[in-house]
């Protein structure tokens, strides 16, 4: 099905600073983001992507698996009537890609985006802080990763990447990348041993 993009594409927090989506994945997003902006679903075929991007179907479908697996993406198939042949496939943003079961963590974001899209910019999101409000900050993160390893290490991690002149990093880029990290290994079903350590993660971030 042919389709026309609107004239902007979106890719939001979570899939932008997600470190295990590859660069690909990102680009793909925004072009389903862009796809879908007027019916709500995607129609493009794989054939449409592999020509915007040069790669060949095996990368495309890598990409979309990764953004499936995710959480980002849903991927639906439509049959010819009667049949198991496959007629068309669509694809849907996922407005909430946060698992349902709250036994993983919690719904609410620690640093929820604010009504008008923008990042706060009370003294919690400020490049520069006081050590103590670092801290503090830091904790409620923590809270969230999944395997709290080198938590001294992952701090001081944490207070470079806040504090740094260029490109300083923010709690909800680093939330987004939590909650990100933890679908991919839910999603997975990673063993624990295998989960990166927070000291790990942080130093990432950092």
Known sequence: MNESPSYYAIIPAGVRYDKQLPQGAKLLYSEITALSSKSGSCWASDQYFMTLYEVGQTTIQRWLRAL???????????YKDGTKEIEKRYIKIRTDPMPKNG???SQKRVYP???????????INKNTRASSTLESDFEK????????I???????????AMSRKKNPATNRQIQDGIVA?????KSKGTEKRF????????????
């Open 195 to 206: 989960v990166k350590d927070g000291s790990t993660f942080f130093n990432q971030e950092a």
């Open 68 to 78: 499936e697996d995710s959480g980002y993406i849903e991927r639906h198939v439509k």
């Open 141 to 148: 993160l923590w809270k969230l990763y999944p395997k709290k």
């Open 181 to 185: 990290y933890r679908q991919l290994i």
């Open 150 to 160: 080198g938590k001294k290490p992952a701090l001081a991690a944490y207070k470079r």
């Open 103 to 105: 036994n993983t963590y």
């Open 113 to 123: 985006m604010p009504k008008n899209g923008q990042e706060n910019n009370t003294s």
